[in-house]
């Protein structure tokens, strides 16, 4: 099993920053890649960027330029979100993407809230 636990997150000004922080623990060995999702109210939850082990990466069209995604190491994984507007408020969920015997699986933080306002 592998435990996600996230930090960072909060309110901040439109045109501000924000850092998001996860760190899972247990079978990291399992682990394939990391990422950050986000869900706002009455939308289906979206993925904003990740990245393999391999340093691969990956981020939805609206981030593209905004937000940073890294990771120093396996277990961890940071976003970097900068430019923010009121349109990136949600709650953010880090993700693991796992492979045990040959089989794929999600494993996700608690979430934490983005407010975007003035």
């Known amino acids: 099993q592998v435990q996600l636990v996230e930090s960072g997150g909060g309110l901040v000004q439109p045109g501000g920053s924000l850092r998001l922080s996860c760190a899972a623990s247990g079978s990291i060995f399992s682990i394939t890649s990391m990422g950050w999702y986000r869900q706002a109210p009455g939308r289906q939850r979206e993925l904003v960027a990740s990245?393999?082990?391999?340093?691969?990466t990956n981020y939805a069209d609206s981030v593209k330029g905004r937000f940073t995604i890294s990771r120093d190491n396996k277990n961890t994984v940071d976003l970097q979100m900068n430019n923010l507007n009121p349109g990136d408020t949600a709650v953010y969920f880090c993700?693991?993407?796992?492979?045990?015997?040959?089989?794929?699986?999600?494993?996700w933080g608690q979430g934490t809230q983005v407010t975007v306002s003035s």
């Open positions: 990245m393999t082990n391999g340093g691969v």
């Open positions: 993700n693991a993407r796992l492979i045990v015997a040959g089989i794929f699986y999600n494993r």
